[in-house]
Each structure stands twice: as C-alpha cells, then as structure tokens.
C-alpha cells in the first residue's frame, strides 16, 4: 500500500521546488565513492512551554545541529532512503525448475500425440511448473554512518521548530484511558485532531498511550522509537520539557565538522520502495 508524506512543507525541501518525491517508488543514483566534509550549523529556537490547561507559563530553546542549505535536502533523503531500503525484508522467493517436485517422468509418448514435444512437467511453459527468473531472497539493506544519520534527524527536527511546542508533563493527568480527553487537551494546546501531530516523550504511562491509540493522526514516540520518517510525517509536532533537554544533547552542537562516506556502486539506478516488504 503506498504512503503518503505530508513534508513537502518542511523548510529543508522549498530550495528547489522543481524536484519531487514519489511516496511509493524512488529511484536514486548513488554516485561513486566520496569523501565529502559538510559543516553543520546550530541555530537556537525558542519555542514556548504550554501548561496541561493550554496557558503559556514559559519558553525553552532547541539548539540542535542542522546541515547548510545546500546541503540538507540530501542529507535528509538519503537518510530517509535508507531507512525505507533497510524496513525492506526481501524475502519473495519463487521455485526454479530444478526446485518444483515432480517430473521425473516423461508426460505423454514423443510421438503420434499430435502435441509439442515435453519431457518434464517441471518445465516453465507448463501450470505448476518453475519460474524462469524469478525473485529471490535479496538483502536491500544499504549502511550510512551514524554521524550522518543523526544529522538528518536534527536538520528535520531543526526544520519544523516553526510549528511545534513544548508541554509540561502530563502523564499523572490521566487517572484512567479516555480518548475524549486526550483530544480535548490537543484542542487546548491548538491542535487539530485531523492533522498528523507527533508527541515525542521520553516515558509514556500506559493511561496515556490507551488514550491515545485510538487517535490515527497521533504518533506517540519516545526517544527510541525515534525515527526520520514520522518527523517528515507529521504537520505539528509536541515535545515534553524532558524531550527537549534529550534533543539537546543528543542533537546539540558539540562540533561542527562531520565526515561522510558515500558508498560506491555501479553508477546505475536503484528502485526504492515505501513498502516494508516485498
């Protein structure tokens, strides 16, 4: 079933709106081996903190890494990319003819039948036969360094800082599971129920997450479950105070100079798909 990204607003994707992106199948070139060094940079957002009842009480800063302009929208998609290729199992599996039973006789006399010639039932051209050429299992799963990786994380985090918010704690609010509530209290924090939001928390009660599963525009993280696709994903985005202090450290500026690798192949296209399976 094909996906649908709703991140074409993000900023990192508006400095060239000539390229599109193709939910269910992408073809990328990989280029040869390159050593590349890109520097990233840190720029602090001020975002405010909202209280359980939808009052501003404060703000906080994110200050996370973010690759240049130039660079970020391939640095986000290739970390995309790969981790759609890695979801991938590659487990479709068809019999050769060698592979399906039977056959070991021949099927009719060679002659005085008025039929073409066959000597197995195991042949291609007959139902039940082998497939010629057909899928096997097949590892789709392609490395990218951590560095980089983690940079693509914070420059699509960096990205939607616009429309995102901080809230205080809330997991004690909920003596017992009530979806009502829960969507009562994303109203409070000006939330459309109908637009994808993303609540990231580094510890979810199990009052919380019952209220909140039946909502299918929400996605409730933790750091990790963490993952570039949801960020992309999403329109607005919540993060608790604990999430954010997560988000600097792990995601904050401590230097500003990362080495990639690009890995080398045979310079031809390769498909990527959204499915996680074959």
């Known amino acids: 079933m094909a996906t649908s990204l709703s991140f074409f607003s993000s900023t990192i994707f508006l400095s060239n709106p000539n390229i599109k992106f193709h939910s269910s199948h992408q073809r990328v070139l990989l280029k040869p081996l390159i050593i590349t060094t890109i520097r990233s940079e840190a720029a602090a957002a001020t975002i405010p903190i909202l209280s359980f009842d939808g009052t501003e009480v404060g703000s906080t800063s994110l200050n996370l890494k973010s690759a240049p302009l130039d660079t970020a929208r391939a640095v986000v998609h290739r970390g995309l990319t790969t981790d759609l290729r890695n979801q991938r199992r590659g487990t479709a ?33 007959r139902p039940g036969g082998g497939v010629v050429f057909g899928p096997k299992p097949k590892d789709w799963s392609v490395k990218i360094n951590k560095k980089e990786k983690r940079l693509a994380i914070s420059t699509a985090l960096s990205s939607a800082t616009e429309n995102a918010i901080v809230v205080e704690e809330f997991n004690d609010k909920f ?23 993303l609540f990231l928390m580094t510890d979810v009660s199990d009052n919380v997450i019952l ?15 963490l993952n570039l696709f949801d960020i992309l994903d999403s329109e607005k985005w919540v993060f608790t105070k604990s999430a954010v202090e997560f988000l600097n450290e792990r995601y ?27």
């Open 252 to 278: 904050g500026d401590d230097d500003n100079e990362w080495e990639f690798e690009e890995e080398e192949e045979d310079g031809g296209e390769v498909e990527v798909s959204a499915e996680s399976s074959e």
């Open 175 to 197: 003596e017992k599971p009530k979806t009502k509530e829960f969507i009562e209290l994303m109203r409070r924090w000006g939330l459309d129920p109908k637009e994808k939001a």
């Open 93 to 125: 599996s068809t019999l050769t003819r060698a592979q399906v039973r039977g056959g070991g006789i021949k099927p009719y006399p060679q002659k005085k039948t008025g039929r073409a010639r066959q000597g197995s039932k195991r042949t291609p051209l």
């Open 211 to 225: 209220s909140s599963r039946n909502i299918r525009t929400l996605k409730m993280l933790t750091p990790r479950t």
